[in-house]
């Protein structure tokens, strides 16, 4: 007769700590089955509560995100607007899209953790609320809210990064021959520590001669004021 599952799973960690041997990890907790309603109730969560938690949204965990591909398409098929008749499945819909895509997503899920545990007003959005954390020039949020402002954009600023590096390479290449000519000639340009050390040495020369021209006028003196008086005769 075999023993029970639980004492031999307990004879089988003792056995591995008698012979030193750790025992295995235990295999991560499955995510608990997320129940929903019919699509009309789902529409009806989804659209009643302003500011909902996407993790409320899709009903999973935040330490535990295993089920969330597979609630996203459970909850999806259910009030997506070609399958649901409510009139506020679009609405509902495009709330189950944007959670899921922020909890998807490891740096919108890092910023939406940070925005659900951060003081703040209770009617802020979590779209007021990024759109605070970074300050997006007027100028650039009316482009981007045009269809295919942003590829515009593009095919913008890439023509002008090319007419920039090329206006740079001719600049570069009008300098060569100056830099050429100048290292034939002979000129070398002198670093800040070979010009303060060409400095030094012309003021300590400066110095010495100064110095040298001192002594030398004391000697003079000196000289003159010991030479002997004639005797009169």
Known sequence: MSPPPAEASNAAAASNAERGEAAPAAAAPAAPTAVFGTAEEEVVRLTRVDNMSYYAVLKVEPDN???LKRNYFKLSRLVHPDKCSHPESGKAMAVVSTAY???STPMKKKLYD???TQEKPEDMSYAQWEAQQVEIPMWLQRVLKVPCGGCFLLMFLVPVLIIVLILFGVVWLLCL????LLRCCGAKT????EMAVKMAEARARQEAE???AARSS?????SAGAAPTAMPT
């Open 190 to 193: 002198l670093t800040d520590e």
């Open 210 to 212: 100064e110095a040298a």
């Open 114 to 116: 940070a925005y659900a």
């Open 101 to 103: 895509d922020v909890l």
């Open 218 to 222: 004391t000697a003079g003196t000196t």
């Open 177 to 180: 021959p100056f830099r050429l």
């Open 65 to 67: 995100l295993s089920a």
